[in-house]
């Protein structure tokens, strides 16, 4: 089973969302979720988890000797990730590593961020999930663990429909359409309703490389230089 490991001030917030839909019904089964209260492992009778920061300033930062104290008993598995905005973007491909490993043990911050020697001396991996600040790195954690979960074998219904989605190419996937066929006079594109599998694809995969360099120029790069070598651009009418 893959483990969860998360060290936060806020145990309770854990499963959260994922006690629900379908990473609610793999918990116990394909993955566990263990939520360790760093206030258990607070040193004085105040039980006090941070302190004024270094040099001045606002705010609060939490200990290191705490912070380590909670992270050396916490027999969590996998690597070990502090949820932080300075961290490395994270993305699909890591998300995919790590679902593929035993397991991950998550540092939730609080406050302004956690002190630098915990990081240092328990080798941690810094991981953001966005340029976003956060109040803490609960939901952080909740986001990062959502995405590894639902790669894991048999939490998807249909197994093989993770592996088309966006990012995974790197192109942003097409847009869907169901029912009605026509919705306060918009009308589904007449492609997807021809019965012609073809037809289907193509217009599929236009509409992926189209909102991809019309909305991510970023990953619209990356996409040219991996199809091509970065020689030419890819046939947007294939
Ligand atoms: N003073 C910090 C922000 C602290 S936010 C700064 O300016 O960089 C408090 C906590 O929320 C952080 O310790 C971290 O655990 C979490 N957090 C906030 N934004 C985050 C993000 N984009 N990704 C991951 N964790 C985040």
């Not at 909670?70 to 890591?94: F, H, N, V, W, Y």
């Not at 953001?128 to 939490?155: H, M, T, Y």
Request: aromatic residues 4%; glycine residues 10%.
């Amino acid at each position: 089973m893959w483990r969860a490991t998360v060290l936060t001030l806020y145990p309770a917030m854990f499963p959260g969302p994922l006690g629900h839909a379908l990473a609610g019904r793999a918990l116990g089964v394909a993955w566990s979720c263990e939520a360790l209260d760093i206030r258990a492992h607070a040193l004085d009778r105040h039980r006090s988890v941070d302190d004024t920061p270094a040099g001045g300033g606002p705010g609060m930062v939490l200990r290191a000797d705490v912070a380590a104290a909670a992270l050396d008993s916490s027999g969590g598995c996998g690597p070990r990730i502090l949820m932080t905005p300075r961290g490395k973007p994270l993305t699909q491909e890591r998300v995919r590593a790590l679902s593929r490993g035993p397991g991950v043990t998550l540092v939730c911050g609080r406050f302004e961020g956690v002190d630098q020697r915990l990081i240092e001396k328990r080798d941690l991996e810094e991981v953001s999930v966005g340029d976003v600040v956060l109040s803490g790195g609960e939901a952080a954690a909740l986001l990062l663990l959502d995405a590894c979960v639902r790669l894991l074998p048999g939490v998807m219904g249909d197994a093989t429909s993770g592996d088309d989605e966006s990012f995974e190419r790197p192109l942003l996937e097409h847009p869907h359409y169901s029912k009605p066929r026509a919705f306060e006079g918009l009308v589904i594109p007449e492609a997807l309703t021809s019965g012609d599998h073809a037809a289907v694809a193509r217009w599929r995969k236009r509409r992926s490389l189209v909102d991809t360099r019309t909305r991510r120029p970023d990953l619209w790069a990356k996409y040219v230089a991996a199809a091509t070598g970065g020689v030419d651009k890819p046939d947007e009418t294939e």
